[in-house]
């Protein structure tokens, strides 16, 4: 592959996990004040306010899921380290872009999953807030496009998997 793309992929790659990362720390944020308000709410206001159990649920849901591609790029998803720790050298890179590999069709899957499932969010409504389904559910489908985005890019990023011939410039470890 191209220098240049390698180089184009790991600054996309980058900087999508950097906005990602802080998307998740502003979701994080949220969710504390929500729950934080709900306990205000429940033991010393006395409101009668329901939403925010179920917002707080959405908030978590979507954090939750980005963050996961925050894991895939820098690696800190499951790798059968004690399998390929055992493993010759070239076993290990066989095994680390086998894994890469299974991922990536497993997200790019969650992601075709993932979006016919938002679209049939779309005539059920939430218990709470009478909104349709369809911002929760697409936390799915835009997490898994994300992490397999990741995975992609770590692919030909990582020294570990030289079959492929990685770059090691900026490489997250």
């Known amino acids: 592959m191209p220098e240049n793309f390698l180089s184009k992929l790991e600054k996309a790659a980058s900087r999508v996990n950097w906005v990602v990362e802080r998307i998740c720390a502003l979701l994080v944020g949220a969710m504390v004040v929500v729950i934080w308000f709900e306990v205000a709410e429940r033991y010393f206001l006395e409101l009668g306010h329901t939403w925010t159990e179920e917002l707080s ?15 895939a790029h820098y690696r800190e998803h499951i790798g059968l380290a004690l399998l390929r720790q055992r493993l010759p050298e070239k076993g290990a890179r066989a095994l680390t872009l086998l894994l890469d590999l299974i991922s990536l069709a497993f997200f790019l899957f969650l992601t075709y999953f993932g979006v016919t499932m938002a679209q049939n969010g779309a005539t059920q409504f939430a218990t709470i807030f009478g909104m349709t389904m369809v ?17 992609f890019a770590a692919i030909f990023r990582d020294p570990d998997v030289a079959l492929v011939g990685g770059i090691n410039k900026g490489a997250a470890k």
Do not use: D, E, K, N
């Open 135 to 151: 911002v929760p559910f697409a936390s799915v489908p835009i997490s898994s496009a994300l992490t397999a985005f990741q995975i």
């Open 57 to 71: 649920r959405y908030i978590m849901i979507w954090a939750a899921l980005l963050a996961v591609s925050c894991g």
